[in-house]
């Protein structure tokens, strides 16, 4: 049957399809247009199972918050290849997810949800047809306090956000420094109290070992093992890090420099690769 140059363009437009596959599908559906997407949709299955092996380390690495700053997503929408993760409507998509995302706490409950008549799944699925490549979500955070900040790295590669217990004034430029170094200096942790214990007997007793090769006595050692320790939390806890932007300040500091009772309440952290 003849497919006219404008039935192709609507499926063109709605989907995101070549034109070459939206006249195939039509064809197919013999014209009938919701048919033709299942048609699409379908041949995104067929794509997106023959790739699922391949790595998806490219992408968006993106932070949203909601309109009164006490919630926020990070969220990387991943793909193969960094030429498509520069692409226009490929960021349009990423920018668009991101947005629907900030409404959903589990990243299951997100790719269940209903997004552009369909499921986020399904949306992944069909847009991996489309494209080419893996689409996946990859990293999915969600953070939420009295007043929650972002930043996005250059580039949409590190996505973090960070909570703070109360409302000041320039909370917004505190939360985004503070989120900066997050995003530059990649803490393990909040604080002492939130580091995993095994890890801290770990170090314990990394530290103890060191010292004894170079000839310390053991009575000594878990004293000075405990000053390492302080040293280790310095140097990999949010709050106890040295102030990129003031290195007189630790993070704590800096946030109390603005209100005496301000602290950073949590952070999340989202990268490509």
């Known amino acids: 049957m003849k497919i006219t140059a404008s039935e192709v363009n609507k499926l063109r437009q709605s989907t995101g399809a070549g034109m070459m596959d939206c006249k195939k599908a ?128 250059a580039g949409n590669k590190i996505a973090t956000l960070v909570g703070l217990s109360g409302i000041v004034e320039n909370a917004a430029e505190i939360s985004k420094n503070v989120a900066m170094q997050a995003a530059a200096m990649n803490p393990i942790a909040l604080n002492e109290d939130a580091v995993d214990s095994s890890l801290i007997e770990k170090e314990i007793e990394i530290a103890k070992d060191q010292l004894r090769q170079e000839g310390k006595p053991e009575a000594m050692l878990d004293n000075i093992a405990k000053g390492k320790i302080k040293r280790f939390f310095k140097d990999n806890t949010l709050v106890n890090q040295v102030f990129i932007k003031d290195n007189t300040l630790s993070v704590a500091q800096y946030v109390m420099s603005a209100d005496a009772d301000l602290v950073v309440t949590g952070f999340e952290r989202v990268a490509l690769g």
Request: with cysteine.
């Open 26 to 153: 039509l064809v197919e559906a013999e014209g009938d247009f919701e048919k033709a997407v299942e048609v699409l949709r379908k041949r995104g299955q067929k794509v997106a199972a023959n790739r699922a092996d391949r790595d998806s380390t490219e992408g968006a690495a993106l932070a949203v918050v909601n309109a009164d700053k006490t919630a926020g997503i990070a969220i990387s929408i991943n793909c193969e290849t960094d030429f498509v993760a520069k692409n226009d409507s490929y960021l349009e998509l990423a920018h668009s997810l991101a947005n629907h995302a900030i409404d959903f706490d589990t990243k299951e409950a997100f790719l269940s949800s209903s997004f552009d008549g369909m499921t986020v799944e399904e949306k992944l699925t069909q847009q991996t047809g489309v494209i080419g490549e893996k689409i996946e979500i990859g990293g999915f955070r969600k953070l939420t306090a009295p007043f929650v900040g972002s930043y996005i790295h």
